[in-house]
């Protein structure tokens, strides 16, 4: 009365694992080829235009692709064709695999990524300052006047003066952090 699961999926002699079902090497071969295809994505649309679109998916043949903005999904549209050779030159295995192109437009992506990136930047800068701030010296800071004398008394035998303000120069720089 009750069937097996497996005699369910086959029905009228077609094997459900075989018509549906995914073997690992061909699931991590299209894999390898759409994260291939994100890595080449510069190459293929163009530095501008990579920034502002990335492929999201390949399915039923068709290359899904982000955009920022509709005139970029707009854009690409007029090329699609040219998209298409320049992909199937790069990945000949796509040949057959990829036949239109979908867009989807969101701005909430890029501008997460730009977000990042200017935070980033500015974390960067704030560390850079951080830095300056932390190395820097006033010629009449105590630290400043204190490794002065320090290096006229270490170079006081050195008679020629341009010399003598040169290491003078470099003793105060190299001393002023460890003192700080």
């Known amino acids: 009365m009750f069937k097996k699961v497996s005699d369910l999926l086959n029905v009228s002699g077609h094997n459900y694992k075989k018509n549906y079902g995914r073997s690992k ?3 991590s071969s299209e894999l390898f080829d759409f994260l291939s295809l994100i890595e080449k994505w510069e190459d293929i649309v163009g530095a ?3 920034k502002v679109t990335v492929p999201l ?4 043949k068709t290359l899904t692709i982000l955009t920022n903005h509709s005139a970029y999904s707009q854009s690409l549209s007029f090329m699609e064709d040219t998209l298409k050779k320049k992909i199937l030159k790069i990945f000949p295995e796509l040949r057959g695999r990829i ?3 979908n867009f989807i437009v969101s701005t ?3 501008d997460k990524q730009r977000h990042d990136l200017l935070r980033r930047t500015q974390v ?4 850079k300052k951080q830095d300056k701030k932390n190395n820097e010296y006033h010629p009449q800071s105590p630290q400043f006047k204190k490794l002065r004398v320090q290096a006229e008394n270490e170079f006081k035998d050195i008679e020629d003066k341009e010399i003598k303000e040169k290491l003078i120069s470099i003793f105060i720089q190299s001393n002023f952090s460890k003192q700080s």
């Open 108 to 110: 909430e992506h890029f």
């Open 48 to 50: 501008k235009l990579a």
């Open 57 to 60: 998916k390949n399915q039923r």
């Open 99 to 101: 036949t239109k192109f």
């Open 25 to 27: 090497s061909t699931s």
């Open 124 to 127: 960067h800068k704030t560390e």
